[in-house]
């Protein structure tokens, strides 16, 4: 049974920073058969790609709209991957989620995930 935990969801200001957690049980980052991704869900909007870790850690890859601004790394000791997310802007005001991907990349779709966390709200103020 897999779980994806995560935390950190703050109320901070525009340009700001926070990071997220999110901590796996059931599977093994080491194992390389699992990457990690991050997505988030504003109100009124679908839930979208934000960042991802692939399954051999070998590269990460981030949404257009965060590219340079969000750090997506992880400790395999410690089976949790983080989310670092700088200059943050009002627009960046969401639930993110944490998601487990079989053999990551195979897609940036949310419907493409297996495992989902319950997500942590993250609210910019302006």
């Known amino acids: 049974q897999v779980h994806l935990v995560e935390s950190g969801g703050?109320?901070?200001?525009?340009?700001?920073?926070?990071?997220?957690?999110?901590?796996?049980?059931?599977?093994?980052?080491?194992?390389?058969?699992?990457?990690?991704?991050?997505?988030?869900?504003?109100?009124?909007?679908?839930?979208?790609?934000?960042?991802?870790?692939?399954?051999?850690?070998?590269?990460?890859?981030?949404?257009e709209s965060v590219q340079g601004r969000f750090t997506v790394s992880r400790d395999n000791a410690k089976n949790i991957v983080y989310l670092q997310m700088n200059s943050l802007s009002p627009e960046d005001t969401a639930v993110y989620y944490c998601a487990a991907q079989w053999r990551r990349p195979r897609s940036t779709l949310a419907k493409d995930e297996d495992y989902w966390g319950q997500g942590t709200q993250v609210t910019v103020s302006a």
Request: with cysteine; hydrophobic share 35%; aromatic share 14%.
């Open 10 to 63: 703050a109320l901070v200001q525009a340009g700001g920073s926070v990071r997220l957690s999110c901590a796996a049980s059931g599977l093994t980052f080491s194992s390389h058969t699992y990457g990690m991704g991050w997505f988030r869900q504003a109100p009124g909007k679908e839930r979208e790609f934000v960042a991802a870790d692939s399954s051999s850690g070998d590269f990460k890859y981030y949404s």
